[in-house]
């Protein structure tokens, strides 16, 4: 019996920890900017104290993304959630909040040409050539599903507006909007949650767990523009220059590289020399070993 509580008891709790990307949409929908007003501990679903990308508290005067209008926990007080996708919380009593931005009016530029159209939820085309002029109300700013089916640079960091009351989408590089609405990323959000994340600050070497490099003859891994989820930092012993190394472990299979025809290089393990990487969200990892414990590894 004590074990059939247990197992419950885990499924109940792994559920509530779990949400959908609709969910996650319609928490953004009402997504506010609020300033810590006094110290505030974070809490879990369940009411207890835990931490948020490394930290337990946040501490009065620090402005912070909140996501829905609150959910109550069992204690009865009100809590706001400050991930889109995982239930960590902090009581609605110590935040003081802005105006919420709920709808904006989008106007199509001047000579967006094949932009000046609207896209369903898949990325299909539903009415082209927009005017320009053309006003649109919408009330959502987000990196889409389909958002891959599109060149990185027709939509540079613009992501697309949801237009208010259908299911189609509007190109953010070809409209003006009267309000901001924040870029929302579900995969970003997701992942500063669980990672370290980071970019590369110069043309890099790629290497293997045995300190093995995997670019050759002179091609380097190029500077890349998008980041990189890292879960692992560690030592690792470079048997070509008798010591060991910081590096990152990072999440990608393949990289753009410097040759003269761009192409990728395809790895099934990744590190980077952390002093090649450049951290700007998400968790901050520590060693998981000391320079001593990755040259013995090596020796073995």
Known sequence: MKKNKFILASVA???????????????YSIVATRKVTRNAYIYNSTNKRTSYKNKKKLYKGQSVTTYGDGQTLKNGQKFYKISP???????????????????????????ADWLARTFNNKGNTVRKNLKPGTKLVVDRHEVTSFSDNFPAGM???????????????VMGSAVKVNKKIPLFDPEFENARTNYS?????????????????????????????NWFRADNLLYIWLPSENKAELFYHLIAKSFYTT?????????SDAYVKASDMKYFDGLRLKP?????????????
């Open 13 to 27: 709790a792994l559920a509530i920890e779990i949400f959908s990307t609709q969910q996650v949409k319609a928490a």
């Open 85 to 111: 996708t995982s239930n960590k919380c902090v009581k609605v009593a110590n935040f003081k909040a802005r105006p919420v931005v709920k709808t904006a009016t989008a106007v199509i530029k001047p000579h």
């Open 155 to 169: 939509i540079n960091d613009d992501g697309f507006y949801h237009i208010k009351g259908s299911n189609q989408w």
């Open 197 to 225: 994340l980071l970019r590369f600050k110069n043309n890099a070497d790629v290497y293997n767990r045995q300190g093995e490099k995997l670019n050759a003859n002179n091609v380097k891994i190029r500077k890349q523009a």
């Open 259 to 267: 040759s003269s025809t761009g192409d990728k290089l395809k790895v």
């Open 288 to 300: 998981s070993n000391t320079q001593a414990e990755a040259k013995a590894a090596a020796k073995k």
